[in-house]
């Protein structure tokens, strides 16, 4: 039985129609596209659009109507930040909405059948930022031009739309529809077509043949190969075919807005896409804003150049430690702060190495009467009320009430502040010698001396740590911490040389059933509790180490259960023991949940949330909030 997606719109949207192709301009146009369309360069809106357009609203509480007009500046800290233009922008096949649902955005409908066949239909007269047809040849293109291509895609198609390693059946059953199957359900297809870094599944075909061995013209394709310094035919289509890092203002797009600056250079904008599918209610071609600014500035200067009013709107690069400052540079320079809730499953936890290559720290880490203990020593209400102000929750690293997965057993398990508790379960694993200052001794004599590492550039992490050093020490535990590069962090960690470090919590805190429970399960080496066994997913064995214990391969059975379900009752069960076992086993100790991300917003831009969560997937930070709805009031 199939189950579709669909979008149904209002009939003002259709009766928008939109003018009469005679007509070359409505109110309904952005008046920045007058001279354009009055001069002929650009067609009627009604030829702009497809039909049906996607009609957007914006969520509630907030205006829903505004007017076209105006930049908006951003600040980042480096070009290759033009990828998060692209995130924000947020126009992707599938969708997420705010309230945790997929909806069809540039599609018109989805069919799925049995979670393994998935029909996509695609919206009639839909055209690229160029004014190209945007049709099932795109998305041929990709798939047998580039993803099933061993020059462009040595390594075959992304894991995301494979089912035990085997590709699906493509099927292009007309200009509009497109038909992918497997033998087994796929329940990471959609999600990932919904990411804020998307699968991308189509590529405009009709710009990228000019430089595909299969299509151009071999001399003409050799002199484009030597003028760009490319070693090659493919290396010059992946590197122009680059539509996530948006960056090539010539690779024609379905985003809002299109790149219009060449690497390299300090501002980049991006001007309103013409063809852009979206309408607000009243049937306005979105988006509202004109221009999207992105101006680069040093990391470290951007939460200054923020309170001085440099940007309009700031999320990236400012801190909950920079709050203050900025809450009182507001009435100054026009800004109000927001505070958007932070959608991690922990603002920071605690990662003990059960990989460490030292063989007493790699024997107490694995024991969970070790980790508890830790967990139990740790006084999160103090943290929350010496960093936090009282404004976040003290919490294990899990999901958040926000999730539909949330039980607050989770949250609490182990997390309570019990000296004594602590202390006898540090005894019991034969922990019970001290030296003349009071510190344990491990059992090759060694003092209980913990490194936790760290990568952070804020002082938030360091000044974490030394409450935890402090409440520690009433166990007899001292604590350490190691800052170090990135790079430099995550070898060591993957090495097994680090003992601890100290990291933000689960990227997504706010699952539904139908997300893949993939961060709780060790199949990525970056999971900094168990890198190895990671490491030995991802390779397949060919590095890395198998997992040996019986309570990570019962994680690694739970996700292929979870990934055989065909409904959300079943994936619902399995996410329940999967949430059960890490609240048992403590695998990391969160220290707190809830911290506020400081969102800055120029008092003149709108529909922007007051209040939201701050998460990249689901979330893209500010995508599911529609961006191309905001807009800039003009005050005289």
Known sequence: MSTPLRFLLPALAVAVGLCAPS?????????????????????????????????????????????????????????????????????????????????????????????????LHLRPGHRWSDGKPFTTEDFRYWWEDIASNKDLTPFGPPSEILVDRRAPTVEILSETVVRYSWDRPNPYFLPALAGPRPVMIYSPSHYLRQFHARYAEPEQLRRKVQAAGQRGWAQLHNRVDNGRDFDNPELPTLQPWVPTTSMPAERFVFVRNPFFHRVDPEGRQLPYLDRIV?????????????????????????????????????????????????????????????????????????????????????????????????????????????????????????????????????????????????TRLLPDGRPLEIIVETAGESTEETDVLQLVADSWKRVGVKLFSRPSQLEVFRNRIYAGDAVMVISKGIDNGIPTPAMAPGELVPIEQTQYQWPKWGQWFQTRGGAGEEPDMPVARELMDLLRVWQSATGDAERTKTWDRILEIHAENVFTIGLIAGVQQPVVVRRTLRNVPKEALFNWDPGAFLGIYNPDLFWLERRS
């Open 23 to 119: 007509q070359a301009q409505t109110p309904f146009d952005p008046p920045m596209l007058r001279e354009r369309i009055e001069a002929g360069h650009l067609p009627p809106l009604a030829q702009r659009l497809p039909s049906p357009p996607k009609v957007t609203h914006p969520i509630k509480d907030i205006q829903t109507v505004g007017r076209h007009g105006g930049d908006v500046t951003v600040l980042m800290s480096r070009a290759r930040d033009t990828r998060i233009v692209f995130v924000y922008a947020y126009a992707r096949l599938v969708g997420w909405t705010h309230d945790l649902r997929i909806e069809p955005d540039i599609l018109e409908t989805v069919e799925v059948t049995e979670d393994r066949i998935f029909t």
């Open 294 to 438: 992105m101006q680069v500035a040093d990391s470290r200067l951007i939460p200054a150049k923020t309170g001085a009013g440099e940007s309009d709107l700031q999320s990236r690069y400012i801190r909950f430690d920079n709050y203050t400052f900025l809450k009182d540079a507001e009435q100054r320079n026009n800004f109000d702060v927001r505070l958007w809730k932070n959608g991690t499953g922990a603002q920071l936890a605690l990662y003990p190495n059960m990989n460490a290559t030292d063989p007493v720290w790699r024997a107490l880490n694995r024991d969970v009467r070790f980790r508890r203990a830790l967990s139990l020593a740790i006084n999160r209400d103090e943290i929350n009320q010496v960093v936090y102000f009282g404004l976040a929750n003290p919490s294990q690293n899990t999901v958040l009430p926000e999730s539909p997965l949330f039980r607050d057993k989770y949250r609490d398990a182990w997390a309570a502040f019990d000296v004594r508790q602590a202390n006898r379960l540090l005894d019991d694993l034969g922990l019970n010698r001290r030296d003349r200052a009071g």
